[in-house]
């Protein structure tokens, strides 16, 4: 998108795009009949929760740039979840999409089994006090409320690993979107299975021993102190440059770079994508940057719901990357989950202004977007959910953490595969590749047993931590 689109109202740039599509859209008739607005906008409801069916990939970027509420997206059945007001319904059907009525509320509200900010926070306090050798609590920066003397919210970290430099990085983050309950409890629950599971658990202790790992669970207090009280909260809270009826900046498009605001976000600032008044403008993507400038992390796992997807840079453009690690590490990361993979832009949407798109930009960070749950979760799953996510989301997690120091060895074969055509191991730490024993001593204290296995190749795999005994 050009600057000069950019400055049009958002009412003129929705009708340009759909001019531009050739008004119906695509030029394609719609599939199926849509809901009429009287009936989905009855008793004056001045917004409605739809299914929207598309049928070309312009018209699935039609609507990722017409600055709607996308909640998520069913990409092999081409179907998009969203709330639209009345005048957004009349804007998709000029795209030639099928909207149809989604019996879903627009929240469900808010199940109490999901933490808090309050109990996040204490949470990781409570992990930090216990081991104190092991993580620190970070303050880095503070929600857009604090800034304003308005509220006290600060972005917290857990930074876990034992005491010393050069060590690889590794970055979680959750709820750049608010509402996206689940994404804090990915990050929560693995600062707990780190910190609880060293000392017992060999790949934990192994990989917390030479990691230096960073989480953060809730990068927008603010909107989660909101969609705590139910509300469908996704951006900051910022009222003074973002909306008013839809308050706030899209964190996930506040990134200032590449081409921030050029694609995929919005100039209103009551839409749901809104970029904010300038690259890097709200204080907690100020914070996420000032953090990854600082720490550079080799892996950022970036948590979002939900689309059941994996996703890399770029999305700012349809080009591939200039690393060919993205797309290796993120099929594989995929495979573990059993989300779908692949280049944000053509997979998903296009957007300027993710944190993906930043760090792998200025950082050359292996920087992914996870997409949590599939098109019937929704945002708000009941709190039982959780552990179903977290079954598919350690695997990934903690796949990110054995290939920190060498990422490449996502093309290598697992320990006990039929692509391990041999094996190495390294007692206590892991050692220079090709150096490792080849068989287990008898005898001695209780050891870290590295082991990576090598293909016909000779391409190295990932580790494997276990105990000698
Ligand atoms: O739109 C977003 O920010 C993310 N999806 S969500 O439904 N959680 O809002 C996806 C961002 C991934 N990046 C691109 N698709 N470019
Ligand atoms: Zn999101």
């Known amino acids: 998108m050009n600057f000069a689109r950019r400055s049009l109202t958002w009412t003129a740039l929705t009708l340009s795009l759909a001019t531009a599509l050739g008004c119906g859209g695509t030029g394609l008739a719609p599939r199926g009949t849509s809901v009429p607005a009287s009936a989905l ?67 469900n509200g808010y199940d109490k089994s999901y933490r808090t900010y309050t109990q996040a926070v204490s949470d990781l306090r409570a992990l930090a006090t216990k081991h104190p050798e092991l993580a620190e609590l970070v303050d880095i920066g503070d929600g857009w409320e604090k800034t304003q003397k308005k509220a006290d919210r600060d972005i917290v970290a857990l930074h876990i690993g034992k005491k010393g430099a050069g060590k690889p990085v590794v970055l979680f983050a959750g709820c750049h979107h608010a509402r996206e309950l689940v994404t804090p409890e990915m990050v929560l629950k693995m600062a707990k299975h780190l910190v609880d599971g060293y000392g017992t658990d060999a790949e934990v202790t192994g990989l917390v021993d030479t990691r230096d790992i960073w989480l953060v669970p809730m990068v927008n207090p603010d909107g989660h102190a909101l969609a705590e009280q139910g509300q469908n909260q996704r951006k900051n809270t910022n009222i003074v440059t973002g909306g008013k009826s839809r308050i706030g900046v899209d964190l996930n498009r506040n990134y200032g770079g590449p081409e921030w605001s050029h694609i995929g ?15 890097f403008s709200e204080p907690e993507v100020q914070a996420m940057r000032d953090l990854m400038r600082r720490i550079k992390p080799t892996y950022l796992l970036t948590f979002h719901s939900f689309s059941n997807i994996v996703l890399w840079p770029w999305g700012y453009t349809d080009a591939p990357p200039p690393d060919k690690r993205l797309e290796i590490v993120g099929k594989k990361l995929g495979e573990l989950s059993g989300y779908d993979a692949g280049q944000s832009g053509p997979a998903l949407y296009p957007t300027a202004g993710d944190d993906t798109d930043w760090a792998f930009a200025e950082l050359g960070t292996l920087a992914y977007t996870v997409e949590i749950g599939g098109f019937s979760d929704g945002f708000d799953p ?30 290598g074969p697992e320990m006990g595969t039929a692509k391990a055509k041999g094996a190495e191991h390294f007692f206590g730490r892991p050692g220079v590749t090709g150096a490792g024993l080849k068989s287990l001593p008898v005898g001695g204290p209780r050891q870290l047993v590295w082991s990576h296995a090598q293909d016909a190749n000779g391409t190295w795999g990932p580790w494997s931590i276990t105990w000698s005994r």
């Open 41 to 107: 906008f009855a008793a004056g409801a001045r917004e409605a929760s739809v299914v929207l069916s598309y049928q070309t990939r312009a018209q699935l970027r039609a609507l990722g740039e017409s600055g709607i509420d996308t909640e998520g997206v069913d990409v092999k059945n081409h179907r998009l979840r969203a709330v639209l007001t009345p005048a957004q319904y009349d804007m998709v059907l000029k795209l030639g999409v099928t909207v149809m009525r989604d019996a879903r509320p627009v929240r």
């Open 382 to 411: 009941p709190y039982s959910k959780v552990a179903k996510f977290w079954e598919e989301n350690r695997p990934m997690m903690l796949f990110s953490l054995r290939t920190a120091d060498n990422p490449a060895a996502a093309a």
């Open 265 to 279: 976000s919005s100039n209103n600032a009551e839409s749901d994508t809104f970029h904010g008044k300038a690259g």
